[in-house]
T-cell receptor, first 115, second 109 residues
Framework: EAQVTQNPRYLITVTGKKLTVTCSQNMNHEYMSWYRQDPGLGLRQIYYSMNVEVTDKGDVPEGYKVSRKEKRNFPLILESPSPNQTSLYFC??????????????FGPGTRLTVT | SQKIEQNSEALNIQEGKTATLTCNYTNYSPAYLQWYRQDPGRGPVFLLLIRENEKEKRKERLKVTFDTTLKQSLFHITASQPADSATYLCALDDYKLSFGAGTTVTVRA
C-alpha cells in the first residue's frame, strides 16, 4: 500500500530537549516536505527536499532542521524545542516538485506539545 | 506572497443538498489549484486538481470551477451525505503549494 508514515504520532516534551520526528514514504517520490498546522493559519511549509541531499527552507524554517540522506526518508529535527513549536506536523511527498500539478500524499500527522 | 481566503464560517447543510465552498486569492493566478479533504486528527487527502485553462472539473459528486478573472475557485459537493462532513482545503499550486485555512462542512442527516 502506498503510504507516508510518521513517528511518533504523539509527543510531549520539555523546552530544550532535542527531538526527531521521522518520515518515510514507499512510493519512490522525489519531493518531500514538512508542514505545520495551527488553528486558523492553515498548513505552512517548514522545509522541503527536491531529492537526496537537496533541501531548502519553506515559509517557517526557524528552529527546525532536516536531512535527506535516502530517497524514502526525510526526518524533521528540533534541536532545542520551544513552546511556540507546539503544533500538528505533517510530512508529505509527491512525484516531483510543486508547481507542476502533482498531488501531495500526506502522513497521518504528529501532534507535538512542548512544555 | 499569496493571501488565500476560504469561507470564514463553518458550513452546516442538510443531507441531500449541495454544499458550495469558496476559495479566493489575491495575487497572480496559479498554474494549478488543488482541493483536499481533511478529517479530524488525520492528514489531508487529495481530491481534485484543476488547471488555470480549465473552467470546470468533475469527479463523482464533486465539482470544481476556476475563474482566473475573479481569482476564485468554487468547490461543490452535490447530493451531500453525512460522510462528507470534514474540513476542505484549497491549495494554490505554483512554484510552491500554498494552502488556505480550510472550511469545515457538517452534513446533517
Amino acid at each position: 500500500e502506498a503510504q507516508v508514515t510518521q513517528n511518533p504520532r504523539y509527543l510531549i516534551t520539555v523546552t530544550g530537549k532535542k527531538l526527531t520526528v521521522t518520515c518515510s514514504q514507499n512510493m519512490n517520490h522525489e519531493y518531500m516536505s514538512w508542514y505545520r498546522q495551527d488553528p486558523g493559519l492553515g498548513l505552512r511549509q517548514i522545509y522541503y527536499s527536491m531529492n537526496v541531499e537537496v533541501t531548502d527552507k519553506g515559509d517557517v524554517p526557524e528552529g527546525y532542521k532536516v536531512s535527506r540522506k535516502e530517497k524514502r526518508n526525510f526526518p524533521l529535527i528540533l534541536e532545542s524545542p520551544s513552546p511556540n513549536q507546539t503544533s500538528l506536523y505533517f510530512c508529505a511527498s509527491s512525484l516531483s516538485r510543486q508547481g507542476e500539478g502533482y498531488e501531495q500524499y500526506f502522513g497521518p500527522g504528529t501532534r507535538l506539545t512542548v512544555t | 506572497s499569496q493571501k488565500i481566503e476560504q469561507n470564514s464560517e463553518a458550513l452546516n447543510i442538510q443531507e441531500g443538498k449541495t454544499a458550495t465552498l469558496t476559495c479566493n486569492y489575491t495575487n497572480y493566478s496559479p498554474a494549478y489549484l488543488q482541493w483536499y479533504r481533511q478529517d479530524p486528527g488525520r492528514g489531508p487527502v487529495f481530491l481534485l486538481l484543476i488547471r488555470e485553462n480549465e473552467k470546470e472539473k468533475r469527479k463523482e459528486r464533486l465539482k470544481v470551477t476556476f475563474d482566473t478573472t475573479l481569482k476564485q475557485s468554487l468547490f461543490h459537493i452535490t447530493a451531500s451525505q453525512p460522510a462528507d462532513s470534514a474540513t476542505y482545503l484549497c491549495a494554490l499550486d505554483d512554484y510552491k503549494l500554498s494552502f488556505g485555512a480550510g472550511t469545515t462542512v457538517t452534513v446533517r442527516a
